[in-house]
């Protein structure tokens, strides 16, 4: 796609006393289990030695279960935690070596992040809620009150403007904390957990208008989540941890075809597969006629949608990309893919 | 005012952690280790020190007579006062402002006139706390004028303005300080804890030293007492404020000016109200206590018609001051509770309309009064209740004193408590060795806190002889046992009772409410009136302090009793006295704990106070002190009263070192 917004190499952050703790990266004690660490150093490391980049327009999710350094890591972003080694760069531009006038910069222009607990003002209401990101900037009254009108009409509370956090839902207090980090027009949004504080339905809700915010304004967005489904529903990569680690990173498609170990096995056994993974995955190269006969589907067509395809006809279909044909899709295959086997031979 | 703090502090203490510690230290084998020890240490000492120094009450050669060196002291600041540059250019000024400050709120009060203040006051109620509160603050002033107090009540007002004005602002920023810097809080927090605890007349003697006794000197020693509850919870509300929040600001970009004044300080609304609430209900209490040094106004009318037992005199200066508390206490804690709720009503009802229409109607009352050339309370609406009141007075002398049939008269209870109880009491604690009372104290304390609650107690107690006033303090301690015994007493029955029945509960709340809004003083007029001068009426002006806090939080640590856990005793087909016994006094532990100390507390302040109508003992010296110009008897009691509140709150507060740790 295109240049990373954010990147991220070989990023640590270790809790604890500060002179103990800046000794732990890279050396011996790293390798100890958290347990030992946490005995012979007072230190917990939260974040081990991860690297990655998030580009410009996409949707980075990380994943992992409670306790993995999810939130730790999508702090040190924009340092709300500061981390203890490694490099950040946004744009190009070393966070690490910010001063103080840059970071805040950083915050109020460039990465605005949601929070799983709202963190909303009880004092204020709807409207000055949403202004305030622009209110401490230094905005005019009319100017700010226009703007967050605007964003308050966007994530859907208009109406609403005169509340107080304490008499709103609490998917309409996400819906502010959204609308507050959307404000200030920020180059990134970052989530953290967003949505686990949400009933299932409401939750189904937000993450809806989420992707719609992305397609509409194609803003990039760091998305931390612990449930794997919202992580495949609205993630264009996905980035899991364990332990303070990064396990695997890349396309839900590549998590769940073609888990890293058997920790990320485990993670993805549960997933309806077809509805993830594409017929790009799932083909093999075409037999000799096969080539010219039976339906042809574009290389991104689900599974589940080419199983349709495939019952209909009877037999195998072709996977076609700009006229050419990249391979088939037959029973077998496919048949392969919702159970779960080991696919071989796939076609390139 | 005492009870609000406490039930901060009863959160902490509610905590199970402490709970299961203290548990532990008073039942298991770690309980029976420090007393081993303990003995131990006292076997090896007691015999070296009772050989030495005999074992009566305090030996003599661990005295040190400071009488001397404070008298050479206070006669130099006396001389100095003048010329000295550190009065004359520090404390000078500072007495200088006061006198201004005073004055001028003073004036500005009686330019006012009646109808200006009571229209200004009843408005501002009726802004603030609803229209209730107003019709209260309303008639208060009213019968304020009638009671032919209006002049007093305009100088207390004025004093307690400028008290009030200082205590805001130094205990915000001391709060401030605390609230941002934990190494502050750390340093500040014990002191605040210590100054909580002291009674008020610990206050009078250092202020008077440098001040003279004066208007001055009753304004500082008010802010001294009254600040520490705003420094308090205004730390604890900045470092309570929620993290989620705090973190969200910071995260979009705010500087740490703005993140203080649009967030934290916002998020501490509740606390720094309440703070001020406290603060306001401290000083007027000091306020009038403060009489003894120069206050004037209301305290001192008080002050003046007890020392003569007129009773009549007393209560016409009490029920305005009585009435004072209640409408500031409900005014300030409506303003706490009302935070952010909708303004509901009509339109010119709130926002900058309704001060608006506040302005102009006081505006109008002053107008008004004035063009009746009627600036203060017209004498023809005054009615004399002095002249009544102790004609009645006389007829209870006469009639209920004693020798009624079969219960006796009330001056017959007040002698015979003096006979049964406090003489022996008294006698006995006198009569103990001075190493065992050090050993009992230390005993205590430390079963219940650490080895240096018990070193704190211990020195304390020893403090006390060396200034020379151990038999005196054993005097007051023996008040302090008596009432403190008869406070819980009354006070667990009635809890009991209370957290039993939601219909005792009705009953006795509103009495709680008013009773713990009275200053302390007040609590003396109707001993005196009921049982005359003496130790008795004393103990009972501290029991009755004493009591309502007593009840308050036990009813509440009993009524918060897990349901569920009393709910099992009841399917398992416990009594009611089964459950109240084997569940819920046993959970109600921290509660009850935290009601003796807070009881033992109160007690102290008020026996203290007692020194004024013929209690004896530390606050009659203090009195004297005062008196007399004698500063030095005065300073050495007001020592020991320090000594004495910070051994009796020492052993009896069993959280304080678990509920630190755990911050
Ligand atoms: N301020 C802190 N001090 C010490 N340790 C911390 C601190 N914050 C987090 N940790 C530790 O770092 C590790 C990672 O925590 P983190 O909050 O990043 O996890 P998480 O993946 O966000 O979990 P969750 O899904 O529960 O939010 C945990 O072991 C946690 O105990
Ligand atoms: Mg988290």
């Given at each position: 796609m295109s240049a990373p917004v954010f990147s991220v190499h070989n990023l640590w952050k270790v809790f604890g006393p500060k002179a103990k703790a800046d000794r732990v990266p890279g050396s011996d004690a790293a390798d100890l289990t958290a347990d030992q660490l946490r005995k012979n150093t007072g230190c917990t490391v939260a974040v081990r030695d991860v690297s990655f980049d998030v580009l410009a327009g996409e949707v980075f999710v990380v994943m992992g279960l409670s306790g993995s350094g999810k939130s730790t890591l999508v702090r040190c972003l924009t340092r709300l935690i500061e981390p203890t080694a490694g490099e950040i760069a946004i744009d190009g531009e070393d966070v690490r070596s910010m001063d103080r006038a840059r970071l805040r910069d950083l915050r109020r222009h460039r990465a605005s992040m949601v929070f799983q607990h709202f963190g909303l003002l009880p004092h204020r209401t709807v409207l000055d809620n949403v202004a305030y990101g622009l209110e401490i900037q230094g905005a005019g009254k009319a100017q700010r009150r226009a703007r967050a009108a605007e964003m308050v009409e966007k994530v859907g509370l208009a109406g609403l403007e005169g509340r107080r956090p304490g008499q709103l839902s609490g998917g309409q207090q996400q819906r502010v904390g959204l609308a507050r980090a959307l404000a200030v027009d920020p180059e990134v949004l970052l989530f953290d957990e967003p949505f686990s504080a949400l009933d299932p339905l409401i939750r189904r809700d937000m993450q809806e208008e989420v992707v719609r915010l992305h397609h509409d304004e194609g803003r990039t967005m760091v998305f931390i989540t612990h449930d794997l489904g919202e992580a495949l529903r609205i993630g264009d990569r996905i980035a899991l941890m364990r332990d303070g680690r990064i396990v695997q990173c890349g396309t839900p498609e590549e998590i769940v075809g073609s888990p890293a170990d058997d920790y990320v096995r485990d993670f993805v056994r549960d997933v309806p597969r077809e509805q993830v993974l594409t017929v790009r995955r799932a083909m093999r190269p075409a037999d000799a006629g096969e080539a010219d006969a039976g339906p042809a589907l574009a290389p991104s067509t689900l599974v589940s949608d080419a199983i349709e395809a495939v019952a209909r006809t009877g037999g195998p279909a072709r996977v076609v990309d700009g006229g050419r044909c990249l391979g088939v899709v037959d029973h077998e295959r496919l048949l392969a893919v919702v159970a779960g086997l080991p696919l071989t031979g796939a076609a390139a | 005012m005492a009870s609000s703090a406490t039930a901060t502090d009863m959160a902490a203490t509610a905590t199970s952690p402490a709970r299961n510690a203290l548990w532990r230290a008073l039942t298991g084998r770690r309980g029976l280790g420090k007393l081993l020890l303990l003995a131990m240490i006292a076997a090896v000492l007691v015999p070296f020190a009772a050989s030495r120094w005999g074992s009566g009450a305090w030996p003599g050669a661990l005295t040190v007579d400071l009488s001397g060196p404070l008298g050479q002291a206070s006669n130099w600041i006396i001389d100095n006062r003048d010329t000295h540059p550190l009065f004359l250019y520090f404390f000078g000024?500072?007495?200088?402002?006061?006198?201004?400050?005073?004055?001028?709120?003073?004036?500005?009060?009686?330019?006012?006139?009646?109808?200006?203040?009571?229209?200004?006051?009843?408005?501002?109620?009726?802004?603030?706390?609803?229209?209730?509160?107003?019709?209260?603050?309303?008639?208060?002033?009213?019968?304020?004028?009638?009671?032919?107090?209006?002049?007093?009540?305009?100088?207390?007002?004025?004093?307690?303005?400028?008290?009030?004005?200082?205590?805001?602002?130094?205990?915000?920023?001391?709060?401030?300080?605390?609230?941002?810097?934990?190494?502050?809080?750390?340093?500040?927090?014990?002191?605040?804890?210590?100054?909580q605890v002291l009674p008020a007349f610990a206050y009078l003697l250092p202020v008077v030293l440098i001040f003279g006794i004066g208007v001055p000197a009753a304004v500082l020693a008010t802010v001294v007492y009254a600040a520490p509850?705003?420094?308090?919870?205004?730390?604890?509300?900045?470092?309570?404020?929620?993290?989620?929040?705090?973190?969200?600001?910071?995260?979009?970009?705010?500087?740490?000016?703005?993140?203080?004044?649009?967030?934290?300080?916002?998020?501490?609304?509740?606390?720094?109200?309440?703070?001020?609430?406290?603060?306001?209900?401290?000083?007027?209490?000091?306020?009038?206590?403060?009489?003894?040094?120069?206050?004037?106004?209301?305290?001192?009318?008080?002050?003046?018609?007890?020392?003569?037992?007129?009773?009549?005199?007393?209560?016409?200066?009490?029920?305005?001051?009585?009435?004072?508390?209640?409408?500031?206490?409900?005014?300030?804690?409506?303003?706490?509770?009302?935070?952010?709720?909708?303004?509901?009503?009509?339109?010119?009802?709130?926002?900058?309309?309704?001060?608006?229409?506040?302005?102009?109607?006081?505006?109008?009352?002053?107008?008004?009064?004035?063009?009746?050339?009627?600036?203060?309370?017209?004498?023809?609406?005054?009615?004399?209740?002095?002249?009544?009141v102790n004609s009645a007075v006389g007829w209870m002398t006469s009639h209920l004193y004693s020798g009624v049939p079969v219960i006796g008269g009330t001056a017959d209870w007040a002698g015979h408590f003096t006979t049964w109880i406090l003489d022996p009491l008294r006698s006995g604690l006198t009569a103990l060795p001075w190493w065992a009372v050090l050993l009992i104290v230390a005993a205590l304390a430390w079963l219940i806190g650490t080895w240096r609650t018990a070193l704190t107690a211990a020195v304390s107690m020893a403090v006390i002889g060396v200034l020379g006033v151990w038999s005196i303090s054993m005097d007051t301690l023996s008040q302090v046992l008596a009432a403190v015994a008869v406070t819980l007493a009354l006070g667990f029955a009635v809890a009991v009772a209370a957290a039993r029945s939601r219909r005792v509960e009705a009953l006795i709340r509103p009495v709680l409410d008013v009773l713990q809004t009275m200053p302390q003083f007040v609590y003396l007029i109707p001993v005196v009136a009921l049982f005359g001068a003496g130790r008795a009426p004393a103990v009972a002006a501290a029991v009755a302090y004493a009591l309502p806090a007593v009840i308050r939080i036990t009813a509440q640590g009993l009524r918060q009793v897990d349901p569920a856990a009393l709910e099992a005793a009841r399917s398992l087909g416990a009594s009611g006295a089964q459950q109240l016994r084997q569940v819920q006094l046993p959970l109600a532990r921290p509660a009850l704990l935290l009601a003796v100390n807070q009881g033992v507390v109160l007690v102290l302040a008020v026996v203290i106070i007692g020194g004024m109508v013929g209690g004896g003992a530390l606050g009659y010296n203090v009195v004297y002190g005062l008196a007399q110009g004698d500063l030095a008897t005065g300073l050495v009691a007001g020592a020991a009263i320090v000594c004495l509140g910070l051994m009796l709150d020492r052993v009896t507060q069993p959280s304080s070192d678990q509920a630190g740790k755990e911050r």
């Open positions: - | 000024w500072i007495s200088e402002g006061v006198i201004v400050a005073v004055r001028a709120v003073y004036l500005l009060l009686l330019a006012l006139g009646w109808t200006g203040v009571t229209a200004a006051a009843s408005l501002l109620a009726w802004r603030v706390a609803g229209l209730r509160v107003a019709l209260t603050a309303l008639a208060s002033f009213a019968v304020c004028g009638v009671l032919g107090m209006w002049v007093p009540t305009m100088q207390t007002l004025a004093l307690m303005a400028a008290a009030v004005a200082a205590s805001v602002v130094v205990g915000a920023l001391l709060g401030l300080a605390a609230g941002l810097s934990e190494r502050t809080y750390r340093a500040l927090r014990p002191v605040l804890d210590t100054m509850p705003m420094a308090r919870l205004t730390a604890l509300g900045l470092r309570d404020a929620d993290h989620g929040v705090l973190e969200a600001v910071t995260s979009l970009g705010a500087t740490a000016r703005q993140r203080l004044l649009t967030a934290r300080l916002p998020l501490a609304r509740r606390e720094l109200l309440l703070g001020f609430n406290q603060t306001i209900m401290m000083a007027l209490s000091m306020a009038v206590i403060a009489s003894v040094i120069g206050a004037g106004g209301l305290g001192d009318r008080v002050y003046q018609a007890l020392s003569t037992v007129d009773v009549g005199s007393a209560l016409a200066a009490g029920i305005p001051i009585v009435l004072l508390a209640v409408v500031m206490d409900r005014t300030t804690a409506a303003a706490g509770t009302r935070i952010g709720e909708e303004p509901s009503g009509p339109r010119w009802s709130y926002g900058w309309q309704a001060w608006a229409g506040v302005a102009a109607v006081t505006a109008a009352a002053v107008a008004a009064g004035r063009a009746a050339s009627s600036l203060t309370w017209p004498g023809s609406w005054m009615v004399t209740i002095a002249a009544p």
